[in-house]
């Protein structure tokens, strides 16, 4: 009994242990890839850091083991000295970083020695933290088996491994899930060396007994089984890493390739391995030939990680089923996350579950060879160095050069080949004619898994996760399909249109005929919009190539002389080939050069200064493209930009809630001070910034006298500087407040609230579309506040991918049916009802006790305010109040023609009048929509008459919802700003 509440004592210990690492490991690589980016070969240094750094650590201590009297101390020591570094890693960081940036880094020419640099730095910040990490283990384990007897070191190692095993399984979902959402990247790893500190004290006063003399004193014969049993462990490492790597990549391509999915995965894969450590503990005292033992596990092993293969394409099915019954609310959210935990235990913990029990028994059998505690360490570290390989391999090799499926099928050769290596050893000294059979048996079933587990690429580049659906080769041709470094990219083609796709997920699109779609507007825009502010524009870098559109618009520029385009992943250049003529210069033309790079590393590494920069990445839900989004990225930009250059920020709207816009917005702020929010469609802006001022520009009529630019511009239903003019939102002077007050944080490398919550957002199916309705809604509160110069809305062209454009057509529909008399009735069905009823007042004012004729008042509004001039909108208005039947009207009804009345004849204080009664009534509720109209319209009455204390005395007074009208939150916003500028 006392033993038992001293082993829980200790795997309590040993548990918190493993959480403390995983923190570490997950955390360094977020800090890492700020250095080195996230480009395939970033990612593989940092592993190799880590892992080789963890090697070194457990083949160091093994060699002193059985110099050192206690054990349990030294891993105290060890635990005390992580937590210290941990708790000072984050100061380190921003102390080095900086001095490496603006110091180091600009003293070298060379751009190849300048990533060694930042490689070298990269190892010494986590090199030897990595080192103690991969002490811990052997130190721990040792200093355990020494107090226990000696029969009993099987299940203990079996069952240290898995309580460290299920720490750093959790560890991954606190840190992913709990920790950087409460504290950040510096509060998360600090929180790690806070336990760290917490376990190194409570062993050191635990560990004052002596321990017992050292387990299995080394053997002097040289018996080859101990280093057979290494190259085991070093071969079931290998394999598992390529497990591992295809795992995760196949499992990104059903639920998405989101830091969420990569944490939930990761954390499945590791309590996998717990478990069966677990299982192997109970079995160990009744295993009678360990041996053969293991040569099963490795051949099911084997057989398990390939039958991944055919069961892989039904998960598709399970996803898009589960997402048809799953509503879309926060429980939902959560459950979902449930549900793709889920179906990551299913391909991992078959397999895992059994590399969970090799590891145990490897010990184990070293130590029954009188191999000495040292086989703790080199068992540790030979599985670890296969583990490295394994990475290489998988990312480096096989999945750009054979594809996913052979990454899976070579981590199965290298198992069931150890497997029945073992078993022919056995056979041979046994001539058990049983595992001849076996063998033969392991081998079939190996080749028929492997021949029917061909891997659907419909389904996997159908982007379930968000759609819900599969894609079919009925309406669907797949052009291209390639497993790259960092992602799988496809290219198909629907009816007309052409779309390219980054593990499931379009990046990019355009239609082979004339109609030019959404995607289209925001590619070509994301290049010409800003030369057409800046026509000075010689040089320019693109972040992100997609179909290569951009980079052809630029190209369209005859003064422009370089265009440098960074693209992370080769498969993706090799995809946008296929768009043919409509991306011709991005490959052919010798201004263009295509770059495979990050784009953070690029910038920190090159000291050329461009004209232009265009940051055009994937959607930052999508792990490590968030980074793109933060402050820190901002300031490397602004280096690489000339002083009187723009930098071109593309965000999405969709998918997203107002708050993280304002976050990625207040990020960049911080370090331009002068920058203008444009839409290139209904579902995408633009935010183009500057250094200075001057630079920033009103789009020049000079942009159309160039055919090719010309060309490209009117396919996506531009014509004339006014239709670029009439996207603008607004500028630094009329958005900066309102970003800063709906934004939830400044999105930065420390503090990754996009990371966090744009997963999260998109599965709710949150969107910003109501950006647009500050300039062009019922109550468009930022063309009222600050008016730019009147736009001749007859001379805009219209364009299906920008919704507005078209509502100009509506308004001037309603306003020759209803005031020039014009009969005839628009296609459009909401706005075709809205003209018939209008043209007939009288039977509408027998509705006039209905509230139907108050919502047909709120809708002629809606459709007709922002889009006519104030000399038609008087027009009209006068012809909807001069209706005899409204002398009889409701007096609600009346109320409301007076706030319409005011509005239109801007008369302020009467205005701020008419919308107090509508406010102050009692007799009559208002609908929510109706209520913040009023307040709104009353906010903005308030505003314009310098009665600013009224105004706020009113915002006291009422009772706003959690997410109010984006329209109040802008008022609001200017009201507090007013009384700032004024403190």
């Known amino acids: 009994m006392q033993n038992r509440r ?137 200093g355990i088996l020494r107090r226990y007897p000696a029969d009993e070191s099987g299940r203990l190692i079996a069952l240290l491994y898995f309580v460290n095993s299920l720490g750093g399984g959790l560890g991954v979902l606190i840190s992913g899930f709990v920790l950087i959402k409460l504290f950040g990247l510096p509060g998360t790893i600090q929180t790690a060396g806070l336990i760290n500190i917490f376990i190194a004290w409570m062993i050191w006063v635990s560990s004052k007994t002596p321990e017992s003399t050292p387990v299995a004193t080394p053997s002097t014969n040289t018996h080859s089984w101990p280093y057979f049993f290494l190259a085991a462990s070093f071969v079931t490492g290998l394999a598992s890493f390529l497990y591992e790597v295809g795992w995760i990549r196949m499992l990104a391509l059903v639920m998405g390739a989101s830091t969420q999915a990569f944490e939930l995965m990761l954390s499945a894969f590791i309590l996998g391995l717990a478990f069966g450590s677990l299982t192997i503990q109970y079995f160990m005292p009744k295993i009678k030939s360990p041996l053969l033992t293991l040569g099963g596990i490795q051949i099911a092993m084997g057989l398990l990680a390939l039958a991944t293969l055919p069961i892989y394409n039904f998960l598709f099915e399970l996803l898009a089923l589960f997402l048809e019954g799953i509503k879309v609310t926060e429980p939902g959210y959560i459950l979902s996350s449930l549900f793709n935990q889920g179906l990551c235990f299913l391909v991992m913990l078959p397999t895992t579950f059994c590399a969970g029990m090799t590891l145990p028994l490897l010990t184990q059998l070293l130590l029954q060879k009188r191999y000495g505690e040292r086989a703790i360490g080199e068992v540790y570290a030979a599985n670890t160095l296969g583990a490295i390989l394994g990475v290489i391999l998988a990312q480096q090799v096989i999945m750009p050069h054979l594809g996913l499926k052979f990454v899976i099928g070579f981590g199965g050769l290298f198992d069931l080949g150890l497997g029945l290596a073992v078993l022919t050893a056995i056979f041979y000294a046994t001539h058990r004619l049983k595992l001849g059979l076996v063998s033969l048996i392991a081998v079939t079933s190996a080749f028929a898994i492997f021949a029917i587990g061909d891997l659907d690429r419909y389904k996997m580049i159908s982007g379930v996760f968000r759609t819900g659906r599969i894609l079919s080769p009925q309406n669907t041709q797949l052009l291209f399909y390639k497993d790259g470094k960092t992602a799988t990219v496809s290219v198909t083609k629907t009816e007309d249109i052409l779309a390219i796709a980054s593990n499931g997920k379009v990046d990019a699109s355009i239609n082979l005929q004339n109609l030019a779609t959404p995607d289209e507007s925001t590619q070509v825009l994301m290049g010409l919009l800003p030369f057409s502010l800046n026509p000075d524009i010689k040089t320019v870098a693109v972040v992100g190539l997609g179909s290569g559109m951009t980079t052809h618009a630029l190209l369209s520029i005859p003064s422009i002389s370089e265009v440098n385009t960074l693209e992370i992943e080769p498969m993706m250049i090799k995809g946008a080939r296929l768009f043919g003529e409509r991306v011709a210069l991005t490959f052919n033309d010798k201004r263009s050069h295509i770059i495979t790079e990050d784009a953070r590393t690029f910038f920190l590494v090159n000291k050329h200064q461009y004209d232009l920069i265009v940051s055009e990445p994937s959607n930052p839900w999508v792990s490590g493209v968030s980074s793109l989004f933060t402050s820190e990225y901002y300031a490397i930009v602004k280096k690489a930009l000339a002083e009187n250059g723009l930098f071109a920020q ?314 109010p009208p984006l329209y109040i939150q802008m008022l609001t916003a200017h009201i507090n700003n007013f009384n700032k500028k004024m403190d």
């Open 6 to 142: 001293q082993m829980t004592f200790w795997g309590f210990l040993f548990f918190l242990s493993g959480i403390a690492a995983l923190i570490y490991e997950s955390i360094w690589a977020q800090y890492l890839k700020l250095l080195l980016g996230h480009a395939a070969y970033s990612q593989t240094i940092v592993l190799i850091i880590f892992m080789g750094g963890m090697t070194g650590g457990a083949l160091l201590v093994s060699r002193f083991t059985p110099r050192i009297k206690n054990l349990l101390k030294a891993y105290a020591i060890v635990e005390l000295i992580l937590g210290l570094m941990g708790a000072c890693f984050h100061p380190l960081f921003t102390t080095v970083t900086p001095f490496l940036q603006n110091t180091i880094l600009p003293s070298i020419s060379d751009p190849m020695l300048a990533r060694v640099v930042l490689w070298i730095i990269s190892a010494c910040l986590i090199l030897p933290q990595s080192l103690l990490l991969g002490a811990t283990f052997p130190l721990m384990t040792g």
């Open 650 to 963: 593309w965000f999405h709207l969709y998918d997203v809630s107002p708050g993280l816009v304002g976050s990625v917005v207040q990020a960049l702020e911080k370090h331009f001070p002068h920058y203008a929010v444009y839409f290139t469609n209904g579902a995408d802006i633009l935010i183009i910034a500057s250094k200075t001022k001057a630079s920033l520009n009103t789009p020049s009529a000079q942009t159309f006298s160039h055919v090719a630019i010309k060309k490209e511009l009117e396919r996506i239903g531009i014509k004339t500087e006014e239709d670029l003019l009439f996207r603008k939102l607004g500028d630094k002077h009329s958005l900066s407040a309102f970003f800063q007050a709906i934004a939830l944080r400044e999105n930065s490398d420390f503090y990754p609230v996009l990371e966090l919550y744009a997963n999260r957002d998109r599965f709710l199916m949150k969107n910003s579309y109501e950006l647009s309705q500050l300039k062009f809604g019922p109550l468009p509160s930022l063309a009222l506040l600050n008016p730019e110069g009147a736009i001749n809305m007859q001379a805009i062209t219209p364009h299906f991918s920008y919704a507005p454009s078209q509502q100009i057509i509506y308004a001037q529909q309603i306003y020759r049916n209803l005031v020039e008399g014009r009969k005839h009735l628009p296609n459009e069905p909401r706005v075709r009802t809205l003209i018939y009823e209008f043209m007939n007042l009288e039977s509408l004012c027998q509705l006039s006790s209905s509230p139907i004729w108050l919502k047909n008042l709120h809708n002629l509004f809606e459709e007709t305010y922002a889009y006519l001039n104030d000399t038609q909108m008087k027009n009209l208005w006068y012809k909807v109040k001069s209706t005899p039947c409204l002398l009889f009207a409701p007096q609600s009804i009346k109320q409301w023609m007076a706030v319409y009345d005011s509005l239109v004849e801007k008369n302020y204080s009467a205005l701020l009048i008419a919308t107090r009664v509508v406010l102050d009534k009692r007799s009559v509720r208002l609908s929510p929509r109706d209520y913040h109209f009023a307040l709104g319209l009353n906010l903005f009455a308030s505003i314009k008459l310098n009665q600013i204390t009224e105004a706020k005395a009113l915002l006291e007074e009422v009772r706003l919802p959690k997410d």
